[in-house]
Every structure is written in C-alpha cells, then in structure tokens.
C-alpha cells in the first residue's frame, strides 16, 4: 500500500510538471505598421490572438484572427479585410514552429529567442525564423516581445498599381504577450 501510494504520489507530481511546461498568452497584442511614400498605416490586434509555448515539445503556435485588426480609419478596415487579407475567406493567420534552442524558462532573467517554422497569411505559407526577446519573472510569467518584416507580394497579396505608395512592400508585424503556466 504504501508503494503505491509512492507511485502515485510521483505520478502526480510529474503530470503537474508536464502541465507547467506549457504557457498561454493570457494578454497578447499583434500590431502592425507600413511606412509608404504616401502613408502611414497602422493596425493592431488585441482580442483576436491565440498562443502557447509548450516547453517539454519546444513548440510555438500562434493564430491570429484577421478580423481583429483595429485601425484608426474605418475604411482602411474595411478594405484591409475584404480587398486584401480577404478575411472571409482566409479568417486567420497563424504560425507553428519550433524553438531553435531551448530557454530555462524557470530561471528569472531576460533570453533571446527565436523559432523555426511556417507563416501562413492569405492561404500562403511560408518559412520562417521568428526572433524575440523572453523576460522569465519570478512569478512564473513569461513576456515575449519582437518583431519581423512580411513582404504582402510572399503571401501573394494583392496591392493595385494605383496604390503602390500607400502600401509599403514590407510591413513590420510586431508583437507582444504574457505567458502563463497552463494548468
């Protein structure tokens, strides 16, 4: 009896820590920015993002509902949803990778990050390092910050000649979030 309940008692204990190496964005803000000869555009995603780290697989998944960009020109959203990202029929962007090197992400103190896998935007998918920063607190929760370049002509994005300098040919996605243990 008492055997067993060592057992179990360690059973226990190592689904608990299987459990904590999993982390969930429980806040997690996408935005982006394009600088064009002609304007300055802006977006930024606050309730529609997705993400988890899990620790013990070295996976990163992320998805980000396309919809959920907010702008401060209504027709901008509008036009971004139906001309370009085409959001009825492509709802979600999303990414799935894997960490190319591990973080001690129990140890308090700030890691360069970054992850191995594939971009999908518009129905296209593309490989992709994405870098960022992770702040480990004593607490337990986990800050990722970070931004790349998506260049709307890779997810084959179409912007009209009449409107080549109000779009830039890169964009710049930055994102930010706090993880936390999934229990």
């Known amino acids: ?9 360690w059973l226990f204990f190592l689904l608990t820590l299987l459990k904590a190496q999993r982390y969930e964005a429980d806040s997690l803000i996408i935005s ?3 600088d064009a000869p002609l304007e300055k555009i802006s977006a930024e995603n606050q309730t529609g993002c997705y993400s988890y780290v899990d620790f013990r697989t070295d996976s990163v998944y992320v998805r980000v509902k396309i919809r959920g960009f907010s702008f401060p020109n209504k027709l901008m959203e509008e036009h ?17 990778g894997k960490l190319i090197a591990p973080i001690p992400y129990t140890q308090p103190g700030t890691y360069a990050v970054s992850a191995q896998g594939v971009l999908l935007i518009h129905g296209v998918r593309r490989d992709r390092v994405l870098s ?3 702040e480990v607190r004593s607490d337990g929760t986990l800050f990722l910050t970070g931004k790349f370049l998506v260049k709307p002509a890779d997810h084959k994005i179409t912007i009209p000649k009449l409107l080549w300098e109000k779009i830039a040919e890169e964009v710049e996605v930055s994102f930010r979030g706090r993880y936390i243990p999934k229990k």
Request: glycine share 4%; net charge negative.
């Open 132 to 134: 960022g920063v992770y």
């Open 1 to 9: 009896m008492v055997k067993e309940n060592k057992i179990s008692c």
């Open 80 to 96: 971004f949803n139906e001309n370009y990202l085409e959001s009825d029929q492509y709802p979600f962007a999303y990414f799935q």
């Open 32 to 34: 982006f920015y394009s």
